[in-house]
């Protein structure tokens, strides 16, 4: 099945440092999802995004939808421990039900 | 402020056993999905609902069979376990909002089947 490339895998940062990581396609996405998973939960939304270009903010993350609609980054401004966790993006296309996920980026933030 | 609830949330099970996964939403959401996570491989889907009384394969269906009971509830049923199906399942919940579509998870169940 099909799934977006998300980059980069794992990233392992000093607490305070800033993070980017961000998912591409193929194809065009109406909608694109930001989550974070921690261990042994489910995945919790963080940004959502329906527009190209737009740029949204949550606290200390900020996700925008690319402007020719094939992509989304998130950054993570002054990282501290507690945004340890497995980052997903997911998209949608127009007039589909399905979701599409990104593999994932794993950050660890050492104090 | 529930969500997505889904049971159980843990489960071993023995090669052949069956088992349903049940899940329901109080968002009054009109789509719903059942996806299973494995290391490296992401959030495969399974199958989905779009609207009550609705239900379509995704990408992994074989071996899962799923009810969609009425809108709150859209239930995974295991008929002959396998060990390819220790995995960790996620049921979601779509709907609309002002701006567009989002997809909401529940915590998991984990699942080995021996």
């Known amino acids: 099945g099909q799934q977006l490339n998300q980059s980069p895998q794992s990233m392992f940062i000093q607490e305070g440092e800033d993070v980017s990581m961000n998912c591409t396609s193929s194809?065009?996405?109406?909608?694109w999802l930001w989550y974070k998973q921690e261990p042994g939960e489910g995945p919790v939304l963080l940004i959502a995004l329906y527009k190209a270009g737009e740029l949204t903010s949550n606290g200390r993350l900020t996700a925008q939808f690319g402007i020719t609609r094939k992509d989304s980054f998130l950054n993570i401004s002054a990282s501290i421990p507690s945004d340890v966790g497995i980052y997903f993006c997911?998209?949608?296309?127009?007039?589909?039900?399905?979701?599409?996920f990104g593999t994932g980026t794993r950050l660890k933030v050492l104090a | 402020n529930a969500g997505v609830t889904q049971t159980p949330k843990f489960q071993v099970l023995k090669t052949g056993q069956s088992m349903t996964l049940q899940c329901a939403q109080d968002m009054n959401h009109n789509s719903m999905y059942w996806y299973r996570q494995d290391p490296g491989m992401g959030l495969r889907l399974i199958y989905y609902?779009?609207?009550?009384?609705?239900?379509d394969k995704g990408e992994v269906p074989n071996g899962y069979n799923v009810s969609r009971l009425n809108k709150r509830e859209f239930s995974l049923r295991l008929e002959s376990a396998a060990p390819s199906q220790t995995s960790v399942y996620f049921c979601?919940?779509?709907?609309?909002?002002?701006?567009?579509?989002?997809?909401?998870f529940g915590e998991g169940s984990w699942l080995t089947v021996v």
């Open positions: 609902s779009a609207s009550e009384g609705t239900t």
């Open positions: 979601a919940s779509s709907g609309a909002t002002l701006s567009g579509n989002t997809i909401y």
């Open positions: 194809s065009i996405f109406n909608t």
């Open positions: 997911a998209g949608q296309r127009r007039g589909t039900y399905k979701y599409i």
